[in-house]
């Protein structure tokens, strides 16, 4: 059941990459500031809490619990960093070669979650699919760089949030862990108005302003993509955190490489059929090291099924 649910959040997360792109590609953000928009807004799930009182018993589980929350919206600024010093179709599978790792590390030091055989090899070729996809070797960058240091930065941070998530869900059930984890990532997305930048951008927001001119031109389509798009990331990261529950995160973890293979598949068929649309440029070289991506990945899922 596990595999299902991570496997379709998955899945809907690789499609939400390709709407962002599509939406938000001509609207130039700072870092700090869309860290801000996409955590801040998660505040409101204390509002479960006057619904039906979920509690967190002790300082060290509430240390815990923010630890979780802090650390995903981390994971998240050094992940937009690393989106800005490289391409998002490099850093991404980094993020997603590198999560895992930590995970698999952190999972056996502090939950005590071992793997079999079978297991840490699937592990281990979804982790590769995720490293031949994120190599880069362009004009711009060859070999390690800046961003690279960022996506692996944030792998080790949402590492620790999933870890630290699995461990609330054990002990007090997956509401509980999922609601106060959201609340204290909107908590920490707060940090960013200390910065006076990001404090006028957000009060002043001329970026919302140009994107939402951009989006004028074709706002009735546009409108309902944007809410399906919304709607779409919803569901993909409560049926990821679900899977996280009920099943072990180090796999959970590990089947992030099938959301990037998903997305270079996505990316080839739009760029081949419906260039208008979506449209990247790919080497000979490129398609063969991804297509051997693709296919370790998907040795890696049959070795989970």
Known sequence: MWFLFSAVGYIMLAVVCILDKFLLSSAKVKPAIYTFYSSAPLLLAIIVYFFHPLVINGAGDWTWTFICGASYTLAMWLMFLGFEKS???????????????????????????????????????????????????????????????????????????????????????????????????????????????????????????????????????NNGLIIFNKILAVVAVLSIQYATAIGSVSLVSALNGLQYGVLILLVMLLSRFWPKVFKEDYTTTEVAQEFLAVVLIGVGLILLV
């Open 87 to 221: 391409e998002i179709s490099h850093i991404g599978p980094l993020i997603g070669a590198a999560s895992p790792l930590f995970v698999l590390v952190f999972s056996n030091i502090f939950l005590g979650e071992a793997l079999v055989s079978s297991e840490l090899w699937a592990v281990g070729l979804l982790i590769l699919g995720s490293v031949l996809i994120a190599f880069e070797k362009s004009k711009k960058h060859n070999g390690v760089h800046l961003g690279m240091v960022y996506g692996i930065l944030s792998g080790l941070f949402f590492a620790i949030s999933y870890v630290s998530a699995k461990y609330l869900y054990d002990k007090y059930g997956f509401m509980t862990g999922f609601v106060w984890s959201r609340f204290f990532i909107g908590v920490s997305g707060l940090i960013f108005l200390l910065n006076k930048e990001t404090w006028r951008a957000c009060f002043v927001p001329t970026w919302w302003s140009r994107l939402k001119n951009k989006l004028a031109v074709k706002k009735k389509q």
